[in-house]
Nanobody
Framework: VQLQASGGGLVQPGGSLRLSCAAS????????MAWYRQATGNQRELVAK???????NYADSTKGRFTISRDNVKNTVFLQLDSLKPEDTAVYYC?????????????WGQGTLVTVSS
């Protein structure tokens, strides 16, 4: 399984971006799909996670500003980032997991840089 993330870039505070992550392996039924981020000098942290039935949860710092969604047919997960703040600057990584013979497997995308600056 390979995950390909895209959509990062430079945006001014208060602006918006939309990240996408396409997972290869159309035969897979992915369980959870998520976005994490890692700012320079910090540990990787969960931004938002969505399970197959669409139930999502968010980090407190992103609630009300970010929206995660997924397309189960295209095995793609999206992250809409609104009202961006400089502290949202980080490399954003997508994540997906699935069961294989009752073992939970996972994969990570390569990361896409989001820079929020005036």
């Amino acid at each position: 399984v390979q995950l390909q993330a895209s959509g990062g870039g430079l945006v001014q505070p208060g602006g918006s971006l939309r990240l996408s992550c396409a997972a290869s392996g159309s035969a897979f039924r992915f369980n959870a799909m998520a976005w994490y981020r890692q700012a320079t000098g910090n540990q990787r942290e969960l931004v938002a996670k969505i399970i197959r039935n669409g139930v999502a949860n968010y980090a407190d710092s992103t609630k009300g500003r970010f929206t995660i969604s997924r397309d189960n047919v295209k095995n793609t997960v999206f992250l809409q980032l609104d009202s961006l703040k400089p502290e949202d600057t980080a490399v954003y990584y997508c994540y997906a997991d699935w069961f294989s013979n009752q073992v939970l497997m996972n994969a990570w995308g390569q990361g896409t840089l989001v820079t929020v600056s005036s």
